[in-house]
């Protein structure tokens, strides 16, 4: 296997024989034939694009969702992984049949392989993996560094088709950027794909936003509860507000409490889940925690997406996967059908026979600043700056992680000083968001927008201000960007941040490694990446604009 598409990537290179993260050789490999499959996918469905009645729904969430799977700590299943690769080969089948048996020439392998035997799937992988590139490392950089954006702006895609909100426009663009990575084009030409995948990172998360306010109404200022109440119970990990929703449903009047883990945290802000008195608060922390945190709650678990981690045999045997995540091993909750529910009877069921979760802390967190809710505080917020009160917005959105050099982050919030805003999204906030750090003339010290997705408000937040303060550059407001990496979507979100204008972005705790050094040193020319340095010199150069 070779896997560098996380922070945690070992030595900062890639995995090798196991990954960091627990996937094993045969998942990665897997993974790496679903996605030459879905190139070949793409090629045909490019193809039929040329034709009129070619209707591109199907393929485009298909494709959304196998890469999603194949995102960090999403799906550790080879079976299902499997799965998709037989239900890729055939819908290219039935894309070839419809609009490609007419095409000559050298087709690319990822057109012409095929093997309806699963025993097959393995070998076949060795040849197409990542390395598979050949010897230029900036073409496989700037290739890889697309796919690893496509495949957290599918994940966002996913969360937005499960509430009713496709873009077939969406689609287009990641079934021909797919394409593009097996053509042969200019380093010019793939940056220019790159940069495209920013700009629809950004369409994406703005359909997401569409999607889940629609549903679910603006989310608002929330406290809380970080502790525990006597009913037994049921923890929600993962990202996905429709699974929230049904579980609610289907625990309504039973005796069961439902709480949320990582980064279903911000799913108490939106009004629509309030008037569920037995949705109870959050418990635990961030994702690495779970193995701790799963073991004391006593309850049944439910991972709707990423982030999943090597379970222990103490919660096992009570710990269900839904969607596209999975663990070999472990029961999954199958698809709603057309215009019904999942079923949760099985988790509830066993969720009454359990104790009740043991409390591991008491207090509140208090949360809901999407742009929507600051925006109304705009005029409270622009006098605050204007009166000195606030100095400097610091946005620290992104991914937690395990390495202790990601204290770096709690330190920086202890140290900020007292006239600065935090800004964060993403799990990255279980560094900071307990801490008691104070208020600004009422406004908090610590304003959380929400999920990694969530990391659009904060740009258009700061989009917004820039309005306000009739600035021609957002680089001249009183912001600086300190963004904790882990995963695919933070690359999405990146990438968005970027094709928006966001320049002198603070990265860490490492540089991608799948960056190599000619791609590394443009980024660093264009837009002044940096990679995180000392707590007190971070601190500033920001506080001087720097």
């Given at each position: 296997?070779?896997?560098?598409?996380?922070?945690?990537?070992a030595?900062?290179?890639?995995?090798?024989?196991?990954?960091?993260?627990?996937?094993?050789?045969?998942?990665?490999?897997?993974?790496d034939?679903l996605?030459?499959?879905?190139?070949?996918?793409?090629?045909?469905?490019?193809?039929?694009?040329?034709?009129?009645?070619?209707?591109?729904?199907?393929?485009?969430?298909?494709?959304?969702?196998?890469?999603?799977?194949?995102?960090?700590?999403?799906?550790f299943?080879?079976?299902?992984?499997?799965?998709?690769?037989?239900?890729?080969?055939?819908?290219?089948?039935?894309?070839?049949?419809?609009?490609?048996?007419?095409?000559?020439g050298?087709?690319?392998?990822?057109?012409?392989?095929?093997?309806?035997?699963?025993?097959?799937?393995?070998?076949?992988?060795?040849?197409?993996?990542?390395?598979?590139?050949?010897?230029?490392e900036?073409?496989?950089?700037?290739?890889?560094?697309?796919?690893?954006?496509?495949?957290?702006?599918?994940?966002?895609?996913?969360?937005?088709?499960?509430?009713?909100?496709?873009?077939?426009?969406?689609?287009?663009?990641i079934?021909?950027?797919?394409?593009?990575?097996?053509?042969?084009?200019?380093?010019?030409?793939?940056v220019?794909?790159?940069?495209?995948?920013?700009?629809?990172?950004?369409?994406?998360?703005?359909?997401?936003d569409?999607?889940?306010?629609?549903?679910?109404?603006?989310?608002?200022?929330?406290?809380?509860?970080?502790?525990?109440?006597g009913?037994?119970?049921?923890?929600?990990s993962?990202?996905d507000?429709?699974?929230?929703?049904?579980?609610?449903?289907?625990?309504?009047?039973?005796?069961v409490?439902?709480?949320?883990?990582?980064?279903?945290?911000?799913?108490?802000?939106?009004?629509?889940?309030?008037?569920?008195?037995?949705?109870a608060?959050?418990?635990?922390?961030?994702?690495?925690?779970?193995n701790?945190?799963?073991?004391?709650f006593?309850?049944?678990?439910?991972?709707?997406?990423?982030?999943?981690?090597?379970?222990?045999?103490?919660?096992?045997?009570?710990?269900?996967?839904?969607?596209?995540?999975?663990?070999?091993?472990?029961?999954?909750?199958?698809?709603?059908?057309?215009?019904?529910?999942?079923?949760?009877?099985?988790?509830?069921?066993?969720?009454?026979?359990?104790k009740?979760?043991?409390?591991?802390?008491?207090?509140?967190?208090?949360?809901?600043f999407?742009?929507?809710?600051v925006?109304?505080?705009?005029?409270?917020?622009?006098?605050?700056v204007?009166?000195?009160?606030?100095?400097?917005?610091?946005?620290?959105?992104g991914?937690?992680?395990?390495?202790?050099g990601?204290?770096?982050?709690?330190?920086?919030?202890?140290?900020?000083?007292?006239d600065?805003?935090?800004?964060?999204?993403?799990?990255?906030?279980?560094?900071?968001?307990?801490?008691?750090l104070?208020?600004?003339?009422?406004?908090?010290?610590?304003?959380?927008?929400?999920?990694?997705?969530?990391?659009?408000?904060?740009?258009?937040?700061?989009?917004?201000?820039?309005?306000?303060?009739?600035?021609?550059?957002?680089?001249?407001?009183?912001?600086s960007?300190?963004?904790?990496?882990?995963?695919q979507?933070?690359?999405?979100?990146?990438?968005a941040?970027?094709y928006?204008?966001?320049?002198?972005?603070?990265?860490?705790?490492?540089l991608?490694?799948?960056?190599?050094?000619?791609?590394?040193?443009?980024?660093?020319e264009?837009?002044?990446?940096?990679?995180?340095?000392?707590?007190?010199?971070?601190?500033?150069?920001?506080m001087?604009?720097?």
């Amino acid at each position: 296997m070779f896997c560098y598409q996380c922070q945690e990537t070992a030595r900062n290179q890639g995995c090798t024989v196991r990954g960091v993260c627990g996937k094993q050789e045969t998942t990665a490999n897997l993974m790496d034939l679903l996605i030459h499959i879905l190139k070949g996918v793409s090629f045909y469905a490019k193809e039929a694009s040329k034709h009129a009645e070619f209707d591109n729904t199907k393929t485009g969430l298909f494709i959304t969702r196998a890469l999603f799977a194949t995102i960090t700590n999403a799906n550790f299943d080879d079976a299902r992984i499997s799965a998709l690769i037989k239900e890729a080969l055939e819908l290219r089948k039935e894309l070839k049949g419809k609009y490609g048996n007419d095409l000559s020439g050298n087709l690319p392998d990822c057109a012409v392989w095929h093997s309806d035997n699963p025993a097959d799937y393995q070998a076949k992988a060795a040849e197409v993996g990542v390395l598979s590139t050949g010897s230029n490392e900036d073409v496989r950089s700037l290739r890889q560094l697309l796919i690893y954006g496509l495949k957290g702006i599918s994940a966002y895609s996913d969360h937005a088709a499960v509430l009713g909100y496709e873009d077939k426009e969406l689609y287009k663009f990641i079934i021909e950027a797919l394409v593009s990575t097996i053509t042969d084009l200019s380093v010019d030409e793939m940056v220019g794909w790159v940069m495209k995948a920013g700009e629809n990172a950004v369409k994406t998360m703005a359909l997401l936003d569409k999607a889940n306010t629609s549903t679910y109404g603006n989310p608002e200022i929330t406290k809380v509860d970080i502790g525990v109440r006597g009913n037994p119970g049921i923890l929600i990990s993962g990202h996905d507000l429709k699974d929230l929703e049904e579980l609610l449903e289907q625990t309504e009047g039973c005796g069961v409490d439902v709480y949320t883990h990582s980064e279903m945290l911000p799913a108490h802000y939106y009004p629509k889940f309030k008037k569920y008195k037995h949705f109870a608060g959050n418990y635990g922390g961030s994702w690495w925690k779970q193995n701790s945190d799963f073991e004391t709650f006593n309850g049944p678990i439910l991972m709707t997406t990423n982030c999943i981690i090597p379970l222990k045999d103490s919660y096992k045997d009570r710990i269900f996967t839904t969607g596209m995540a999975g663990y070999p091993g472990v029961k999954h909750i199958a698809d709603r059908t057309e215009n019904g529910q999942k079923n949760f009877s099985e988790v509830v069921a066993l969720a009454k026979t359990c104790k009740p979760p043991v409390e591991i802390e008491k207090g509140e967190i208090v949360g809901g600043f999407a742009h929507s809710q600051v925006l109304a505080l705009a005029d409270k917020v622009v006098a605050a700056v204007k009166s000195g009160a606030i100095k400097r917005f610091v946005v620290m959105a992104g991914c937690d992680g395990r390495q202790k050099g990601r204290s770096y982050f709690t330190e920086i919030a202890e140290n900020l000083p007292k006239d600065t805003i935090i800004l964060t999204a993403g799990c990255a906030k279980y560094r900071y968001n307990k801490l008691n750090l104070g208020d600004i003339g009422g406004i908090p010290r610590v304003l959380d927008a929400g999920q990694c997705n969530d990391s659009y408000s904060l740009a258009v937040i700061a989009l917004t201000l820039k309005d306000v303060f009739e600035l021609d550059d957002v680089n001249k407001l009183p912001i600086s960007f300190d963004i904790a990496w882990y995963e695919q979507k933070a690359v999405a979100v990146l990438l968005a941040l970027l094709y928006l204008g966001f320049k002198g972005i603070r990265l860490g705790p490492t540089l991608p490694g799948f960056l190599s050094p000619a791609v590394a040193k443009v980024l660093v020319e264009k837009f002044d990446i940096k990679l995180i340095g000392d707590v007190q010199g971070d601190i500033n150069a920001m506080m001087e604009g720097r």
